[in-house]
């Protein structure tokens, strides 16, 4: 992840109802959660929820499956473990190897 991809998923993490939404997200792994279920689980409009999810995955943090009318949302990995790893890019004296722990202890392969 670059630094212009970083600061926007870092500027979508830091609105209330995106960071909840991508914290239930993560939360849920695999299994995902439909569009819906999310503003239900959250209290959210259905039309807000529409563009807070738009927000987070234009930032690379989550991802979308349709099937037929229903979206199911899910945490992207990927994209969260690119921006931790932006973040400590030059963590321990600019040896990023030194990190490479922390970075798998903290990203699940969900």
Same mark, same amino acid.
């Given at each position: 992840m670059d630094r212009t991809q970083? !600061?926007?998923a870092l500027a979508a993490l830091a609105h209330e109802t995106r960071l909840d939404v991508f914290r239930l997200l993560v939360k849920r792994g695999a299994a %995902?959660?439909?569009a819906g279920e999310i503003g239900e689980t959250l209290g959210v409009r259905q039309n807000t929820m529409s563009a807070n999810l738009a927000v987070l995955s234009?930032? %690379?943090l989550i991802r979308s499956e349709?099937? %037929?009318?229903? !979206?199911t949302y899910f945490a992207d990995f990927d994209g969260m473990r690119g921006l931790l790893g932006?973040?400590?890019e030059d963590c321990? %004296?600019?040896n990023p190897a030194l990190c490479q722990p922390?970075?798998?202890e903290i990203a699940c392969a969900c």
């Open positions: 970083s !600061i926007e %995902g959660m439909a234009r930032a %690379g349709r099937e %037929g009318r229903s !979206i932006f973040l400590m321990c %004296g600019g922390v970075l798998d």
